[in-house]
């Protein structure tokens, strides 16, 4: 498989006031299409610092960073845009939908900053809101819908302009385990797809459902292990069977 | 992303904070509506002077005999009897930018009817100096040409005349005794009100310009049909100064006049003294403007602050819009969009209550006020330009941010 992500020699450093904090230091990893990719890390990690130079939300003091065979680690402000806009889907722990949007609204949110015309941008967004199972919920605000199904809707819009990557940071951090298996399943179901993803998270049960973990401690990292993944869509049956159904989780 | 997009946005986003916008928009709106206000009023006063050059008789000059020296001293304007009827007739034919020319005596004198007496301005004219004066009758006729060339004794009544000898009578077909002759009353004429002076121009009477000469005004001038006055009237459109040189042109041909040596009469331009009047009006106009222009000022300043307070309640929605793909210059140009509309709308609202304030200060306080479409225009010229002014800087701070410090904005 082709070589999506490539990085070599990642080094972040801040400024503190007049101490520099390295956030990473030297941190080469490459990522092939169509993996899924939990990482580890305790806060302080550079879990986080990593995350944002893999979204283009930042660059690197140092290093190289391939997206797809593309040098993007020395890119100016509008070119990280526009390669977030067509590579990258985010999805957050908070969700950050905006709020008294509609559902298709949010989706569509991507989309208003690329060159789509609006019939096919509808198109698009109700399609994506019905392949995470919400398509009856087009027209709600995200204060109508609960965290699981916010997080569903989160999911299309990083989906919305057809990425070369997912990137969830710590995307079960504000929901219950039940709904979190759930979301879990839906990430796994797209990476069956062939859709690259890579979650950040601290809970080891969430990157159980991951093909392979990193661990950062100090900004580098410290251990590359691949993982028989667990099926979360077998352990939501198995929920079912153990427990009396109960409605989906309240936000 | 295109425009309409953005607009939708911006409104939307104004929708949700509808007081905060609303009263944003105030300070605007206020600044609108008092600038178009101060400008109708200003433009009110300006009409009404108009009308009293109107009154005046439009684009009117005033030809008098010039001063004489009689062994040495120096009499004031006009004591050298030195205008003729044909000096009017030679102007009126002559230039071709005049209207009317027309010549006149005046005189004061004892008015008797029945049993009341009054004296008054006698006025000898023909029925151009009306014309020149923009003054109609309220009834009756002018003077007829049989009635200026056989010197007949009849005599147009002014208001005030009208009132003092006759009361509540109708004065038509009176008799008047004029300096002891009789007259009979032919017309009344409109009431003028005040001159500019403060003078009674109602209080007046008019013979035809030969019955004064040769009844009334008796003495040599009438051989040489001499007149006080002579009252021009310029052609709509035409150049009261190029009249006035020609006039002044002929004049000096007609008085001999030598090179170099000084007019023999005073040509004075009537309008040109309420122009100056006018000039100050419109002073005034543009200052109660600037007055006004101030609180847009400081509508301004409060859509600056509200846009503010905007871009760090919605840090994260820009951080947010940042990471699925918009460049510093989407965000700018949303916020510039956002309030630019907020001074638009704000600008549009003040229009209508200028419009509706100059229309109620013209119905209550009965003030004259005209409405001008320049400063309806300059008013939306100038809110925009206030959103542009004062949404620039918020807007420019929030293109700024960095995405990932906006996203963790708490």
């Not at chain 1, 100016?76 to 990258?88: F, K």
């Not at chain 1, 062939?194 to 459902?209: L, Q, S, Y």
């Not at chain 2, 006080?228 to 006049?257: C, F, H, N, P, Y």
């Not at chain 2, 905007?310 to 990471?323: D, F």
Request: hydrophobic share 45%; proline share 4%.
């Amino acid at each position: 498989m082709a070589q999506l992500i490539e990085t070599r020699e990642l080094v972040k450093e801040y400024l503190m006031g007049s101490n520099r904090v390295f956030a990473l230091r030297g941190v080469s990893v490459t990522i092939a299409e169509g993996e899924f990719v939990a990482i580890m890390g305790a806060s302080g990690s550079g879990k986080s610092t990593f995350m944002n130079l893999l979204g283009c939300l930042d660059s690197p003091t140092s290093g190289d960073y391939l997206l797809a065979g593309e040098n993007v680690s020395a890119l100016s402000g509008d070119q990280l845009a526009a390669i977030r806009n067509r590579r990258i889907g985010f999805v957050f722990q908070q969700f950050n939908l905006l709020p008294r949007t509609s559902a298709q609204d949010n989706v569509e949110l991507p989309l208003l900053y690329s060159t789509v015309p609006a019939a096919e941008r509808r198109a698009r967004a109700v399609a994506r809101l019905t392949e995470v199972g919400l398509e009856a919920r087009l027209d709600h605000h995200p204060a109508q819908l609960s965290g699981g199904q916010q997080q569903r809707v989160a999911i299309a819009r990083a989906l919305v302009n057809d990425p070369a990557l997912i990137l969830a940071d710590e995307p079960t951090g504000a929901l219950d385990s039940r709904t979190s298996i759930e979301i879990m399943a839906l990430l796994q179901k797209l990476n069956r797809q062939g859709m690259t993803i890579v979650v950040v998270t601290h809970e080891p049960d969430i990157a159980e459902f991951a093909s392979r973990i990193l661990h950062f401690r100090d900004g580098r990292v410290l251990s590359d292990q691949p993982n028989a993944p667990r099926d979360a869509e077998a352990q939501l049956v198995q929920l079912a069977q153990l427990a009396a159904p109960e409605p989906e989780a309240a936000a | 992303m295109n425009l309409l997009a953005t607009l939708r946005i911006a409104l939307k986003a104004l929708r949700v904070n509808l007081l905060r916008s609303t009263l944003t928009m105030l300070g605007i709106i206020i600044g609108v509506a008092a600038v178009i206000t101060m400008i109708a009023v200003g433009g009110g006063a300006q009409a009404r002077i108009q009308e009293q050059i109107k009154s005046l008789g439009s684009n009117s000059m005033i030809l008098i005999p010039g001063s004489t020296t009689a062994s040495g001293v120096r009499l004031g304007a006009g004591a050298n009897q030195n205008l003729t009827e044909d000096d009017a007739a030679a102007i009126a034919n002559e230039v071709p930018e005049v209207q009317v020319a027309a010549p006149s005596s005046r005189s004061s004198g004892q008015l008797i009817a029945g049993g009341s007496n009054w004296a008054t301005q006698i006025y000898g004219v023909t029925p151009d100096y009306l014309e020149a004066r923009d003054w109609p009758l309220a009834t009756g006729r002018v003077f007829e040409p049989a009635e200026l060339a056989g010197s007949a004794k009849v005599v147009l009544i002014g208001q005030t005349v009208a009132t003092q000898l006759f009361g509540d009578m109708d004065p038509m077909g009176q008799s008047i005794r004029v300096r002891n002759v009789p007259f009979t009353v032919i017309g009344v004429l409109s009431s003028k009100g005040q001159s500019m002076m403060g003078t009674d121009q109602d209080d007046v009477v008019m013979v035809p310009l030969s019955t004064a000469r040769n009844r009334l005004f008796g003495n040599t001038q009438g051989k040489l049909r001499r007149v006080g006055t002579i009252q021009v009237k310029v052609r709509e459109g035409a150049s009261m100064d190029d009249a006035e040189e020609k006039i002044r042109a002929l004049m000096r041909q007609r008085q001999r006049t030598q090179p170099g040596q000084a007019d023999a009469f005073t040509l004075r331009n009537l309008t040109e003294m309420l122009a100056a009047q006018e000039e100050s009006s419109r002073v005034m106009t543009l200052l109660l403007a600037a007055v006004a222009s101030v609180s847009l000022l400081v509508g301004g300043i409060g859509i600056m602050n509200i846009m503010l307070v905007s871009v760090t309640e919605r840090t994260r929605e820009i951080g947010l819009r940042m990471a699925v793909g918009a460049r510093g210059s989407d965000i700018l140009t949303q916020f510039l969009v956002e309030a630019i509309t907020l001074s638009s709308i704000g600008g549009l609202i003040g229009i209508v209550l200028g419009v509706g304030g100059s229309w109620t200060i013209g119905a209550f306080a009965g003030w004259a006020t005209r409405l001008s479409p320049q400063s309806i225009v300059l008013a939306v010229g100038f809110s925009a330009a206030i959103g542009i002014f004062f949404g620039f800087y918020p807007a420019r701070k929030a293109s700024r941010l960095l995405p990932i410090e906006a996203l963790r904005y708490e």
